[in-house]
């Protein structure tokens, strides 16, 4: 069955505090792994999709990284505004385009 | 450039009472599904559809149907809403990359 968990549930930061974020997964044919930023009473917005192991993107103080079994989600001097919950998904074998969900990690960062 | 349009954003319910969510996209995209958050719950998959006339079931799909007549519109029925009912809904789309997700519906089930 595949299976999407993060950790830690939640992160407390100070600004400029680097960190990383854990997205560990099964999945029979790996189709893409996909990390989601949400703000408060807000949906999902999309950041990276990943496809294969080493692959690796990078967006302003963001950069996600794949391994074969997990993804990571480095935060490099993060700022108050980086704060938000962060959702970590993957699109399994098949055509269906379903995506499973982890419960996510809600980041904090304090001035 | 609309994206992915949920209607309405709040809603409260009655028990017993029945409702429908509406789902909008302006992308074409074939793929559109259903999720509900809940605390500590993440992201679950209600129904799914992969194109005008296909649905199938997700993760949680009791007490809810769906029905895709065109390739825009993908709404969400309550049949017969329950308190374990309450929770955000949100609406997502995509064609074979990235999902697009609507703002969400709270919804409030008393």
Request: with cysteine.
């Amino acid at each position: 069955e595949d299976q999407v968990t993060q950790s830690p549930e939640a992160l407390r930061l100070q600004e400029g505090e680097s960190s990383s974020l854990n997205c560990s997964y099964t999945v029979s044919g790996l189709r893409g792994l996909f990390w989601y930023r949400q703000d408060p009473g807000k949906g999902p917005e999309f950041l990276f999709t990943l496809y294969s192991a080493g692959e690796e993107k990078e967006k302003e103080r963001l950069k996600a990284t794949l391994t074969k079994k997990e993804s990571f989600l480095h935060i490099t001097a993060p700022k108050p505004e980086d704060s938000a919950t962060y959702l970590c998904a993957v699109r399994g074998g098949g055509n269906t385009g379903k995506l499973i969900f982890g419960q996510g990690t809600t980041l904090q960062v304090k001035p | 450039n609309a994206g992915v349009t949920q209607t309405p954003k709040f809603q409260v319910l009655k028990t017993g009472q029945s409702m429908t969510l509406q789902c909008a996209q302006d992308m074409n995209h074939e793929y559109m599904s259903w999720y509900r958050q809940d605390p500590g719950m993440g992201l679950r998959l209600i129904h799914y559809s992969v194109g005008a006339g296909i649905t199938d079931q997700g993760e949680v799909p009791n007490g809810y149907n769906v029905s895709r007549s065109t390739t825009e519109d993908f709404p969400l029925r309550l049949l017969s809403a329950a308190p374990s009912q309450t929770s955000v809904y949100f609406c997502a789309s995509s064609w074979n990359t990235e999902a697009f997700f609507g703002q969400g519906t709270r919804l409030t089930v008393v």
